[in-house]
């Protein structure tokens, strides 16, 4: 029972350090989207060329919810001391269980949205005749690819906080 | 205990029921993507106007994602049927929840990109100069969008599995 008592601590105190990490990942993901835009040097009479994420409503939304992942997580901090504290107690690890599953699928969605954009700006498709930015706005692209990673490797480490929790349920 | 047990098998049979439901809709998802092709009735010296999934990388992950979660939903019935009969036995539930999780990361995945595009494609993108192409492809269209809302339904599908799973862990 005791030794139990220890895996059982051993798997919430990496559980909180696995969610710090997602706080950082998920946080960068957004601040780094939300900041790309690139203004080329030259312009004509009429306008001047200029690209930014709120041109892109999914782009718009991946800062959204990869915001709302970072409070979320930022949120669930205490939970996971209670089950740091109590490692016997089903209750929290049930409830970050849940609303861990509910964020995962928030951040899978806005990252695979954002990717199948971004591989169409770097890209683009000949069928459709959507061309490819990136020639013209490479920092811009460059910087929502970055984007693009950071939000995967939270989705990377919210499934491990998934599995974990599963685990340590199970092991009742 | 008994009551608990019986609670327990209830959770497995509509576990069960939701996992029938769910190989329909991904099922339905990745044949009408996969049979989602227009051409149109008019044409020029050089080509023909034609649209189908396979001009999309984005729609081509589509198919090959939903046929993966589906065949993956069959190849988990016995597990749940062995959760019905042997409610009490933790393995093939933890099982479940975790490879669920996985399938449901990769159908979200899917999804969210497909739905992307699909966004481009009815509405196209005045920043970017990609124009909408279902004025001219509104039947290809259609059928893709409606591929799309079945893959979020069994997303849903899929969160109440994982949430169900984690219920039936919990009451150990």
Redesign the interface.
């Known amino acids: 029972m005791n030794k139990k008592g220890g895996y059982k601590k051993g798997v919430a105190i990496f559980d909180f350090i696995l969610r710090l990490a997602a706080i950082v990942t998920a946080l960068a993901a957004a601040a780094s989207m939300g900041t790309s835009d690139e203004t080329l040097p030259f312009f004509t009479q009429f306008f001047q060329f200029q690209?930014s994420y709120d041109?892109?409503?999914?782009f718009q939304f991946f800062v959204i919810a990869m915001a709302i992942v970072a409070g979320y997580l930022v949120l669930s901090l205490p939970f996971s001391i209670v089950a740091i504290v109590r490692p016997h107690a089903?209750?929290p690890?049930?409830l970050l269980?849940?609303l861990d599953?509910?964020a995962?699928?928030l951040n899978?969605?806005?990252?695979?949205?954002?990717?199948?954009?971004v591989?169409?700006?770097h890209n683009g498709?000949a069928?459709?005749?959507?061309?490819a930015?990136c020639q013209q706005f490479g920092d811009f692209c460059q910087k929502v690819s970055g984007s693009v990673v950071a939000s995967f490797i939270t989705?990377v480490i919210l499934?491990f906080l998934?599995?974990l929790?599963?685990?340590a349920?199970?092991r009742?």
């Open positions: 690209a041109d892109l409503p999914t089903a209750g690890r049930l269980l849940i599953t509910v995962l699928t899978t969605a806005a990252g695979a949205a954002a990717a199948a954009i591989y169409l700006a498709n069928s459709a005749n959507w061309l930015i989705v499934v998934v599995v929790s599963a685990l349920l199970g009742h």
